[in-house]
Every structure is written in structure tokens, then in C-alpha cells.
């Protein structure tokens, strides 16, 4: 995990930032697990505690992150829902491992929530939207990205009487000490998940360094499903 730099063919890491190569995976695989897993292991998981047989709504769910959340969260024995942005996204992040995916684009995302979980509601959150998305968001919060737009309402009132809890993080800012103490979370208790098969890295597309300014293209054309690598 570098904080920034990455786009070379060498650069320098703190060591504690470092991690080996998943048994079984290539390079390619590697290159694409490092800011998604670090990114979803810290907000899910260690900041907005998701425990087995909790449910996670994922807003974006066919995203690098979103690809990571699902894997990582059905294989620690969580339900997952996620929103995406068309049927052919939502039918690929269900093969994916999702229980459940809202077309946010022809459904109310959260009445949607509200009926596949009886009335329940979700346990935890993962919002790379914001904007008008957090008065409608429940359970336990955390905000990575702010694409809806950086205001948004909520009612306080409703905050108190459900307990909930909104966080909000960026991963880039963090101490070393801090991101060390994340990979050697990561290398105890996901790497092994990795190494076993029961988690993967989704990769969409590779290209050559040199066209790194089409691989930003298709990463803004937002047809993509999981990680874009570049490759020397």
C-alpha cells in the first residue's frame, strides 16, 4: 500500500505497509488487492465492526470496493445487499456471491432494503455516495466517497432512537503505525482466505502502462465490474 506513486515500475513502501503475494496468486491478482482490501478491512470490518450473521448494504457494489465487500463479507458469514446501476451489474454482483442487488436507477434503494429484510433494516453500510443517500442509509455508517455531493441531511431524532452510527474515513492521511497495524490484520485473518480460494480478487480488464489514460476511461465510463490493473 503506497499513498501515492503507484503508476512506476519500482517505488518505496514502509515494510509494515507490505505485504506478500497470496499463495496461488499472480502478480496481476496481487496488484489488485492492496487499496480495495485495506479500504473495506478498516471501514467494514475494524471501524464499523460487521460480525457474522450481520447484513451489509454495499452502495456501489460492483465497484473495486464493492467487489472486495462482497467477497470479504460473505466469507466471514455476513448477508450482503448492494446497489448498482444497472441490471447487468446487479445480476454480476450476485454471481459474485451478493445476496441481493438493487437497481438504484429503477428502485428505491431503500424500501428495497426495508422489504428484503422484513422491516429489519441493514447492519452496517458501506456509502461511497453520501450526498442525499445518508438520510436514507440505517444501521452503522461508514462514508468512504462522496459522489452524491458533499451535504446531506439526516434526521438526529432518528439517530438517538435506533443507536446509529455514522463514520466517516480516508485511508491516505493515516500513520504508518496505522496502516501496519491494518496489513498485519489483513495478512492473519484475510490472507489466508485468499490463499484457500474463498476470496479472489475480481479483475474486469488489464492494460499496458502506456494506455493508462484509456484504463481511466473505462474507469469513468463506470461499465467496469471490480479492478482495472496496469502492467509493465
Request: hydrophobic residues 45%; neutral net charge.
Amino acid at each position: 500500500l503506497v499513498a501515492g506513486g503507484g503508476y512506476a515500475e519500482r517505488c518505496t513502501a514502509p515494510i509494515g505497509q507490505c505485504l506478500p503475494v497470496p499463495a496461488g496468486l499472480s502478480d496481476v491478482e496481487a496488484a489488485a488487492l492492496p487499496e480495495t482490501f485495506f479500504t473495506v478491512w478498516q471501514n467494514v470490518f475494524v471501524i464499523a465492526r460487521l460480525q457474522p450473521g450481520e447484513t451489509l448494504l454495499v452502495q456501489g457494489g460492483s465497484s473495486g470496493i464493492g467487489v472486495t465487500a462482497i467477497a470479504l463479507a460473505k466469507a466471514l458469514g455476513s448477508t450482503v445487499i448492494v446497489t448498482a446501476g444497472s441490471d447487468d451489474k446487479c445480476a454480476a454482483c450476485v454471481q459474485l456471491g451478493a445476496d441481493h442487488a438493487i437497481n438504484y436507477r429503477t428502485h428505491d434503494f431503500a424500501a428495497e432494503v426495508q422489504r428484503l429484510t422484513g422491516g429489519r433494516g441493514v447492519d452496517v453500510v458501506l456509502d461511497m455516495v453520501a450526498g442525499d443517500y445518508v438520510e436514507r442509509d440505517d444501521g452503522r455508517l461508514a462514508i468512504i466517497a462522496v459522489q452524491g455531493g458533499t451535504e446531506a441531511r439526516f434526521d438526529a431524532a432518528l439517530v438517538l432512537r435506533k443507536r446509529l452510527t455514522i463514520t466517516g474515513s480516508t485511508l491516505r492521511a493515516r500513520s504508518v503505525e496505522y496502516k501496519s497495524m491494518l496489513a498485519r490484520s489483513l495478512r492473519d485473518k484475510v490472507w489466508p482466505l485468499l490463499a484457500a480460494g474463498r476470496v479472489k480478487p475480481v479483475i474486469h480488464r488489464v492494460f499496458p502502462a502506456a494506455e493508462a489514460a484509456a484504463a481511466h476511461a473505462l474507469m469513468e465510463s463506470s461499465t467496469h465490474v471490480g479492478k482495472i490493473v496496469l502492467v509493465w
